[in-house]
């Protein structure tokens, strides 16, 4: 569950964000002033802050650079009654995640910290990762010829400008993979801007990736909005489920990245950006090209290099290694002194097909973890299914 700490002085539209929050789920922490957020933030209780800029003992951009510098992991949202475009400007050029004008509209909040809660995912993965690598420079000792390119190909990867297109089945690492082609890249002192094409609408994924002028189209409100392409500026922009991005704004895609420049909707003037783009996938983008569904020119442009990630049924040996680095990241978050797996258990984990490949065992240990009282995870601690594969 993602904890949001509001700093906010006035009580009313602190009660009124609450509210929002808790019917989504949402825990919140409240601060009426910086030092009171400050000290907050040094107990690590906070994965959202949603700032206001004007507070009673100083300004928020102060709280928003030490997050930048000290936490980059947690997105910051600024709110403000005496916001304009200059402010909102300079709240992403100081690291903001978005920027949105009092008084805060409850839609465009949530949309907000739901593309926040994608980035809070992402920075968890890549510490999951870091977890895992070895001094070798490798998530996890892995025998399988297929993860040893998966590793060669990041490492010569990461530190270029080049476009990179992930693809693999679902749950095989996608996400982990950009975070840290992210991280070893020049641009890893900014923050990764990600969205996730499939869960937002064709006209709404317009305006997140370029932005829209005030009045552009209905609903648009009267303030002017920055898109997530011009946010990514000198950054990576990582665009999850590419392939359901319908076609005329796969032309756009096409003229920015060709052209490095983007144009808001409703919007004349052209604005250069400078991002290094990541896509990811887990159909076949070719045979959408041959169905007409998908522009071969922005393929090709967006395959620059193409990394497959392999199902986890065809790195089975990596699994010991993978249970083991999620015990050690996921145990303490439930007080749990859990160490390690019991044999019965881990021939049942390696006997399985894994269909939802990683992220089916990582929410496999989980489980069992919930369920274990003890030091090691046992054969009754995992799902049915797994445990009538591994009766044999």
């Not at 650079?65 to 300079?90: N, Q």
């Not at 984990?349 to 989980?366: K, M, Q, S, V």
């Not at 369920?371 to 054969?379: N, R, V, W, Y």
Request: net charge negative.
């Amino acid at each position: 569950m993602t904890t949001v700490l509001i700093v906010e002085d006035e009580p009313t539209p602190r009660k009124f964000i609450r509210k929002i929050l808790a019917k989504k789920g949402y825990e919140t922490i409240e601060a009426e002033t910086l030092s009171a957020a400050h000290k907050v933030l040094d107990q690590h209780a906070a994965d959202v802050v949603l700032l206001d800029v004007q507070l009673p003992d100083g300004n928020g951009f102060t709280l928003l650079e030490r997050l930048v510098l000290e936490e980059p992991g947690i997105p910051v949202v600024v709110a403000t009654g005496y916001g304009d475009i200059d402010m909102a400007v300079e709240a992403m050029q100081n690291g903001a995640f978005d920027f949105m004008a009092k008084p805060i509209d409850a839609k465009r909040l949530l949309r907000s910290l739901e593309h926040a809660d994608e980035h809070v995912a992402l920075h968890r993965e890549l510490a999951l990762l870091r977890n895992e690598r070895g001094t070798d420079g490798h998530w996890v000792e892995s025998s399988a010829d297929v993860m040893n390119e998966v590793n060669d190909l990041i490492e010569r990867v990461g530190p270029t400008p080049g476009s990179v297109l992930l693809t693999g089945e679902t749950g095989t690492g996608k996400s982990m993979v950009a975070a840290l082609l992210h991280a070893r890249s020049p641009r890893a002192k900014k923050t990764c801007v990600t969205i996730n094409c499939a869960a937002i609408s064709d006209h709404m994924l317009e305006s997140e990736l370029f932005g829209h002028e005030a009045n552009a189209f209905t609903g648009a409100g009267t303030r002017r909005k920055l898109g997530l392409m011009e946010v990514a500026d000198g950054s990576t922009l990582f665009l999850d489920e590419i392939s359901t991005m319908k076609a005329d704004l796969q032309a756009k895609m096409l003229r920015a990245l060709e052209e490095r420049v983007i144009r808001r909707v409703g919007g004349t003037k052209e604005i250069k950006i400078d991002i290094r783009l990541i896509t990811a996938t887990n159909v076949n983008i070719p045979q959408l090209v041959d169905d007409g569904e998908f522009r071969e020119d922005l393929y090709w442009r967006l395959k620059v290099v193409e990394i497959r990630m392999p199902p986890l049924r065809d790195r089975m040996e990596d699994i010991p290694g993978l249970t083991g680095a999620f015990i050690r990241n996921i145990a303490p978050d439930y007080g749990k002194d859990v160490t390690g797996v019991r044999p019965r258990a881990m021939k049942a984990l390696g006997a399985y097909f894994w269909p939802g490949n990683i992220r089916e065992l990582r929410n496999t240990i989980e489980r069992a973890l919930l369920l274990c009282d003890g030091s090691e995870i046992d054969f009754a601690h995992l799902p049915e299914e797994i445990r009538q594969t591994g009766k044999g």
